[in-house]
């Protein structure tokens, strides 16, 4: 059996001044996925990331910018879909700064959908106050299993998103939080997945960086009543699971 790794299946990898300092601070056991908020990111990042074993660049169409995509963006994602396993940060935000842009993202949202649709990619999604219809447009086009990231909607939602299969990855920000908390509690330990979506959680006073998934296995390990390597290991087994089989 491989070594288990520590994940952060959800940091913003590229919005870091110095991304392979913050990294090399960090234990060589953690694998980092790097998500985007579109193709031509994606496309200067997996040359700027090429041959780091610890890095994997997701391909991404963020639900607050693809209204704004020029044609050339989908044609790289077209391009590049090949390239990787990872899709992300992609889905819906239905919050007040997304609503108005609301016909745009579930377009695009099902562009992404179409090209993905059996191809066994893992997904990455940002569900603000959408989280309904995200998983419905997930079950219309046969997606999945997909990792729902910093899930804050319903508990009721979230049963259902369960029910279909899908996986949650938690962060610093809802370990130290009462309704992340509550969210956490509710999922089955086999469905979890560890992120930071750094830089964007802050930890303190600072930009959450990968090395702190060491909170929320930390957080897992109490809540299990396991020691760490139990959590690391456990939530491994969940991210192989999501993995597509070599056929
Ligand atoms: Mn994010």
């Known amino acids: 059996m491989t070594q288990p790794l520590r994940l952060d299946t959800h940091c913003h990898l590229g ?3 110095d991304p392979l300092a913050t990294l090399a601070g960090t234990a060589a056991d953690i694998l980092v996925i790097a998500v985007t908020e579109a193709p031509s990111v994606f496309r200067a990042l997996r040359d700027r ?9 997701a391909l991404g169409a963020h639900p607050m910018v693809v209204s704004q995509f020029p044609p050339l963006e989908w044609r790289l994602f ?3 879909l090949h390239e990787t396993t990872y899709i992300g940060e992609v889905g819906l935000d239905f919050s007040p700064q997304g ?9 695009a949202f099902m562009r992404v959908l179409q090209h993905v649709a059996g191809r066994g990619k893992v997904l990455s999604i940002h569900s603000r106050r959408a989280e309904a219809r995200v998983l419905e447009l997930l079950t219309a ?17 979230l049963d259902q998103i369960l029910a279909a299969g899908h996986a949650c990855s938690i962060n610093p920000a809802m370990v130290h939080s009462p309704n992340g908390q509550k969210v956490i509690a509710h999922i ?7 992120e930071t979506d750094g830089p964007y959680v802050r930890v303190g006073q600072r930009a959450a960086q990968p090395a702190d998934v060491k909170i929320v296995y930390d957080f897992l390990s ?6 760490e390597v139990a959590a690391v290991t456990q939530v491994y087994h969940n991210f192989k699971a999501l ?4 056929r």
Request: net charge positive; aromatic share 12%; glycine share 6%.
């Open 15 to 17: 919005e870091y001044q």
């Open 49 to 57: 990331f090429a041959g780091q074993h610890q890095i994997r660049v």
């Open 78 to 80: 077209a391009q590049y």
């Open 99 to 107: 609503a108005p842009t609301r016909a745009a993202q579930e377009q």
């Open 141 to 157: 086009h046969s997606v999945g299993p997909a990792i729902f990231h910093w899930y804050s909607g319903s508990l009721s939602v």
């Open 188 to 194: 089955p330990r086999e469905r979890i997945l560890v």
């Open 222 to 227: 109490a809540q299990w009543g396991c020691d």
């Open 243 to 246: 993995l597509p089989r070599p």
